[in-house]
């Protein structure tokens, strides 16, 4: 059976291995405090004025896409809750991110940090 561009389902497609890198290179594990990290995606150069418009909160919870360490025990307390991880889930991670002002605020570093080094890469660029 044919995939795209014609070849089998399952061959090697450089084009998704080339976008599949693109985006592995924007990701990073964040450490939230107590054991527990979040993957985000790193903004695009042309998502960076988001920063200027929109609430952190917003952003930093777009911006993951995996987590590890989250468990029942972790959210509601050993006595509430299972020490399972929970598996991710986006709509669980805007409920606990925004009760969070700590894990905007590191998530947001990250995010943040990554945009300056990315302008000022830019602008070392354009004086070179």
Do not use: C, Y
């Not at 990701?27 to 990290?37: F, I, K, M, Y």
């Not at 987590?67 to 509430?80: I, N, P, Q, S």
Request: aromatic residues 6%; without cysteine.
């Amino acid at each position: 059976m044919a995939g795209n561009n014609g070849r089998p389902s399952g061959a090697f497609d450089p084009v998704d291995h080339v976008a599949r890198r693109l985006r592995e290179q924007r990701l990073r594990w964040v450490d939230v405090g107590d054991g527990r990290q979040v993957q985000i995606l790193l903004l695009r150069e042309t998502e960076m004025l988001r920063l200027l418009r929109e609430p952190l909160a917003d952003i930093v919870v777009d911006a993951a896409v995996d987590w590890k360490g989250f468990t029942e025990a972790k959210l509601f307390g050993a006595h509430d809750g299972a020490a399972d991880e929970i598996p991710f889930r986006a709509d669980v991670w805007e409920a606990v991110a925004r009760d969070s002002f700590d894990i905007v605020e590191r998530v947001g570093k990250v995010i943040k940090d990554h945009a300056e080094a990315v302008m000022e890469q830019r602008a070392a660029a354009k004086k070179a």
